[in-house]
């Protein structure tokens, strides 16, 4: 058990019968009556984010994730076939289970498959990735003053706001958190 005084960002615990990571938390203490702890959770199986609140201290189930590393092969239709480097195992995780991280995944990449009692729960993807542009709109010359930014497509289909001087063919940068920019590669 651990209290939700000790919430961290990335924290796996059990409420619910479910699996949720935190992924944004903050400690509320009004002037008037008790303490709490408001949470922004996401459902590991599902994928779905909640908010909840709790009364400071109240304790919570600790959820103990082992995470294996794993590099992706390819996708067979709706399933994407990861493979652990050291005994070659192959396994597979539906599209369902991924839906926000195969816009970062290139074949090859290293992972970290996510797993709770035997059960595959998904892909904790790096902070960052490397992605190729393959179609933006030119930037025009003198457009720079006001910090301006263009849509560009990268290789594996994510649609992200770049700078006006980035161009075909470009190795970016890509944050995968929130899909954002970060720098040229």
């Given at each position: 058990m651990i209290s939700v005084n000790d919430f961290?960002?990335?924290l796996t615990i059990e409420v619910d019968n479910g699996i949720w990571r935190v992924i944004d938390f903050q400690h509320v203490k009004p002037g008037k009556g008790a303490a709490f702890v408001r949470s922004k959770l996401r459902n590991?199986?599902?994928?779905?984010i909640q908010?909840?609140?709790f009364r400071a201290g109240e304790k919570v189930g600790r959820a103990q994730i082992d995470n294996s590393k794993m590099q992706y092969l390819y996708n067979d239709g709706d399933d994407y076939v990861f493979m652990d480097n050291n005994t070659y195992e192959q396994i597979t995780v539906n599209k369902s289970q991924l839906?926000?991280?195969i816009q970062f995944l290139k074949e090859n990449m290293p992972v970290s498959i996510m797993m709770y009692e035997g059960e595959t729960l998904g892909v904790d993807l790096p902070k960052s990735?490397?992605?190729?542009?393959?179609e933006t709109e030119p930037g025009l010359k003198g457009d720079t003053v006001s910090g301006g930014t263009k849509s560009a497509t990268m290789e594996t289909g994510l649609k992200i706001q770049v700078p006006l001087f980035i161009e075909n063919g470009e190795i970016l940068v890509v944050n995968t958190d929130d899909g954002s920019y970060v720098s040229r590669a």
């Amino acid at each position: 058990m651990i209290s939700v005084n000790d919430f961290k960002t990335g924290l796996t615990i059990e409420v619910d019968n479910g699996i949720w990571r935190v992924i944004d938390f903050q400690h509320v203490k009004p002037g008037k009556g008790a303490a709490f702890v408001r949470s922004k959770l996401r459902n590991l199986r599902t994928g779905a984010i909640q908010e909840k609140t709790f009364r400071a201290g109240e304790k919570v189930g600790r959820a103990q994730i082992d995470n294996s590393k794993m590099q992706y092969l390819y996708n067979d239709g709706d399933d994407y076939v990861f493979m652990d480097n050291n005994t070659y195992e192959q396994i597979t995780v539906n599209k369902s289970q991924l839906e926000h991280e195969i816009q970062f995944l290139k074949e090859n990449m290293p992972v970290s498959i996510m797993m709770y009692e035997g059960e595959t729960l998904g892909v904790d993807l790096p902070k960052s990735v490397e992605l190729q542009v393959v179609e933006t709109e030119p930037g025009l010359k003198g457009d720079t003053v006001s910090g301006g930014t263009k849509s560009a497509t990268m290789e594996t289909g994510l649609k992200i706001q770049v700078p006006l001087f980035i161009e075909n063919g470009e190795i970016l940068v890509v944050n995968t958190d929130d899909g954002s920019y970060v720098s040229r590669a």
